[in-house]
């Protein structure tokens, strides 16, 4: 038994660090990729890199409905987005204060609130469906249209630091190589992350919803948790606050949208009752900090850091 728990502990370590390695490899290819194709560094910096934080939520949800239980497909996706607001976005302004950047907040504010609110109404007959999914996508479809004529009209924007671009931008071989090996580096640590969360958690009496809310919703926001606090520390509020923005958005309106067309994703009725609530109620209030303040600062940071641990809290049996 002990043996068997140190093994899936070693499993879930490795398919956390798989998944973080992926993401930022991911980033890095898909936009020197995305830029040698003609794309501007704007419509870069706010689709590429932005779903590709998103990754290891949409790889994780997919296999985990595919394969696992589809509790852990929404469990991840509900966990990770109250988790982005709560645990990352609390770590990085108690780290460092962030100044809010008001048009960000205007620009896709709205997208971040729509999408939390269609995933609860969707979900209120018990199931997110075929047609759900594509309803979601045909958001995400509206939301990417929308981001390219914003970039069009505002014109280029800073990637992040960690994006390494050729200087005459052409697409090279190392960077397909590494684009692929990312993806697999992601469906590794997806499947570790499942297999050593599942063993762990059951082996205390745990359920998969739960599973999929706490520990594998954890996993798959490392990626957001690290670039934010390393924004924050450098004092890029703006990146540190529109991660956690954009991943909210593409992880309800891609993740859940493509798993839903794929396979039916059964809502229990706790969940109604309850996760989706607190999802919604984080959304807001994170939406109510950037639109009533000035910036996030330690205070707010900790409170959010205080609600995440009650959410967590209130889960166990």
Do not use: C
Request: charged letters at 10%.
């Amino acid at each position: 038994m002990a043996e068997s728990l140190l093994l899936d502990g070693a499993i879930l370590v490795a398919g956390i660090l798989l998944l973080y390695v992926g993401a930022e490899f991911l980033v890095s290819a898909a936009s020197a990729l995305a830029l040698s194709h003609g794309v501007r560094a704007a419509t870069v910096g706010v689709t590429v890199v932005a779903f590709a934080t998103t990754a290891p939520e949409l790889f994780v949800s997919t296999v985990g409905g595919i394969t696992a239980d589809d509790s852990i497909a929404l469990g991840n996706i509900v966990g990770s987005n109250i988790a982005n607001i709560g645990l990352v976005l609390g770590t990085a302004a108690v780290l460092r204060p962030m100044d809010v950047d008001k048009s960000l907040l205007y620009q896709h504010g709205p997208f971040m609130l729509a999408a939390a609110v269609a995933l609860v109404a969707l979900s209120l007959d018990g199931e997110l469906a075929a047609f759900d999914g594509v309803v979601l996508l045909g958001m995400l479809a509206a939301f990417t249209g929308y981001l390219y004529y914003q970039s069009q009209q505002e014109g280029d924007v800073n990637l992040p630091e960690d994006v390494e671009m050729d200087e005459d931008q052409s697409a090279s071989t190392r960077d397909y190589v590494v684009l692929v090996g990312a993806v697999a580096l992601l469906l590794a640590g997806s499947r570790s992350l499942i297999i050593g969360g599942r063993g762990v958690l059951s082996a205390w009496g745990f359920g998969d919803l739960f599973i999929g809310l706490t520990i594998i919703a954890f996993g798959t926001s490392v990626p957001e948790l690290a670039t934010s606090v390393v924004s924050a520390l450098r004092d890029e509020a703006d990146f540190s606050i529109g991660n956690v923005v954009g991943s909210n958005i593409y992880n309800i309106l891609a993740v859940i949208g493509f798993v839903a067309v794929l396979v039916p994703i059964t809502v229990q009725p706790g969940t109604i009752g309850f996760e989706l609530p607190v999802m919604l109620g984080f959304t807001f209030v994170a939406l109510g900090m950037m639109a009533f303040g000035d910036n996030i600062g330690r205070v707010e940071g900790v409170g959010l850091l205080a609600g995440y641990a009650g959410f967590v809290y209130f889960l166990l049996p």
